[in-house]
């Protein structure tokens, strides 16, 4: 079976960094995405990594460590609009790469 | 160019009846996908169709359940007897090519909101 696991919940407080992480146990591995969702919203895209390394994109930052099964999206300069669920989705090598396998999400609370 | 369109946004019905969403993609988009959230969890895949063709339906229940994507108008996902099972948000997403595998990513719509009473 396919597992990702990130965290629940997370706090963090307005002009400072986060780290939102992620690991996964699938059977194969294409790469790896991160959506953002607020609350009713759709998911909107973020990052993909398909490589082990950093991916830098203005304030959101994506690492990927294929050998450990692991990714972290870096999210600096928090502002309070940066209060959503952060999404962490799979997909799987083979003929089933279009089917995105996403974890439970992260909710980050940005506060004053 | 408008994003992925679903409709209703919420949808409530009662058990044993039908339930219809619809989903239009993005202007150029043949690639459709529906995905259904329930309380708690996170998004699980459904089905995948192209114009007048479903690919995969490997994530959908094998009974009341059906989605269409005709060569005219927006896909549809059909629940037929409702049960209180049901009760999640259905999100469809599109891509212009296939979504995944190419670094294509795929873009979601706002979801539809269903509640069985």
């Known amino acids: 079976g396919q597992n990702i696991d990130q965290p629940t919940e997370m706090t963090a407080t307005e002009g400072a960094i986060v780290q939102i992480n992620c690991t996964y146990q699938t059977s194969g591995f294409n790469g790896l995405f991160w959506y953002q969702q607020h609350a009713g919203e759709a998911p909107t895209f973020l990052s993909y990594n398909v490589l082990d390394g950093l991916e830098e994109k203005g304030r959101f930052s994506s690492f990927l460590s294929r050998s450990k099964g692991y990714s972290y999206l870096l999210l600096k300069e928090l502002q309070m609009k940066d209060s959503a669920s952060y999404l962490c989705a799979v997909s799987l090598s083979g003929a089933g790469s279009y089917q995105l396998t996403f974890g439970k999400g992260t909710k980050l609370s940005v506060i004053p | 160019n408008a994003g992925v369109m679903q409709n209703p946004r919420h949808l409530v019905r009662r058990r044993g009846q039908e339930a219809r969403l619809r989903c239009s993609p993005m202007?150029?988009?043949?690639?459709v996908y529906w995905y259904r959230q329930l309380p708690e969890e996170g998004l699980k895949f459904m089905v995948y169709l192209q114009k007048e063709n479903i690919i995969d339906e490997s994530g959908m229940p094998k009974e009341r359940f059906s989605a269409e994507f005709p060569k005219e108008g927006p896909s549809i996902l059909r629940i037929q007897q409702v049960v209180r099972g049901d009760s999640a948000a259905y999100f469809c997403?599109?891509?212009?090519?296939?979504?995944?595998?190419?670094?294509?990513?795929?873009?979601f719509g706002q979801g539809t909101r269903l509640t069985v009473v």
């Open positions: 997403a599109s891509s212009p090519l296939l979504a995944g595998g190419g670094n294509t990513e795929a873009f």
């Open positions: 202007k150029g988009h043949s690639h």
